[in-house]
């Protein structure tokens, strides 16, 4: 199986600065073939189901602000928020859909400062 | 509106069987692979699996291999997870997800695409004495 680790766990974050989240992959999620990154980021807000905010590692869902952007290529990727909101207070977790199983990283709960 | 609704809360005693259900809308049910996702109470989100309800073909997470089944009914548009003998530690909120995927050749694997867009609200299970 591929693990997924994500830092830190949690994070503190001041309103309107920005946040960081790592992802790294026991195994290259890169398909050499296509040039894409099977790598997903969900945010998921207390009570609520998880809701898709990037999926290739960088391509943004359709209708997630433009504060959300991802970056990385192979084992590393990054999740940032450049200008965190109240309403982003949720955790946030990285999934590879490279090989089954399709594995979630264990999560990093942002809160505000 | 696309959406996928699932069955509601269930309280069970150890050794019962359940099936719970997810029923999609507003889309075509049988394009998307529907995934099954655990969140244990406080913990992280755990892939299960996949079926396609198109011809009911699916993929087990080894950790849930045996443990749970999986099963569609493509004329109902619903997927349904499935306990023949629950446990206390089956106690978790059960999602299910659609996300569209292919069989790729060179790996004899499953590889996803895009990611999974829309979310059942999840179905909250309790198994207790």
């Known amino acids: 199986d591929i693990v997924m680790t994500q830092s830190p766990d949690s994070l503190t974050v001041s309103l309107g600065e920005r946040a960081t989240i790592n992802c790294k992959s026991s195994q290259s999620v890169l398909d050499s073939s296509d040039n894409k990154n099977y790598l997903a980021w969900y945010q998921q807000k207390p009570g609520q189901p998880p809701q898709l905010l990037i999926y290739w590692a960088s391509t943004r869902e359709s209708g997630v602000p433009d504060r959300f952007s991802g970056s990385g290529s192979g084992t590393d990727f990054t999740l940032s928020i450049s200008s965190l909101q109240a309403e982003d207070v949720a955790a946030y977790s990285c999934q590879q859909y490279y090989n089954t199983p399709w594995t979630f990283g264990q999560g990093t709960k942002v809160e505000i400062k | 509106e696309v959406q996928l609704v699932q069955s509601g809360a269930e309280v069970k005693k150890p050794g019962e069987s359940l099936k719970i259900s997810c029923k999609g809308s507003g889309y075509n049910f049988i394009t998307y692979w529907i995934v099954w996702v655990r969140q244990m109470p406080g913990k992280g989100l755990e892939w299960m699996g996949i079926i396609y309800p198109a011809d009911s073909d699916t993929r087990y997470s080894p950790s849930f291999q045996g443990q749970v089944s999986f099963s569609a009914d493509k004329s109902l548009n619903t997927a349904y997870l499935q306990w023949s003998s629950l446990k206390a530690s089956d106690t978790a909120i059960y999602y299910c997800?659609?996300?569209?995927?292919?069989?790729?050749?060179?790996?004899?694997?499953?590889?996803?695409?895009?990611?999974?867009?829309?979310w059942g609200q999840g179905t909250t299970v309790t198994v207790s004495s």
């Open positions: 997800a659609r996300q569209t995927a292919y069989y790729d050749l060179l790996t004899a694997d499953f590889r996803g695409s895009y990611g999974m867009d829309v």
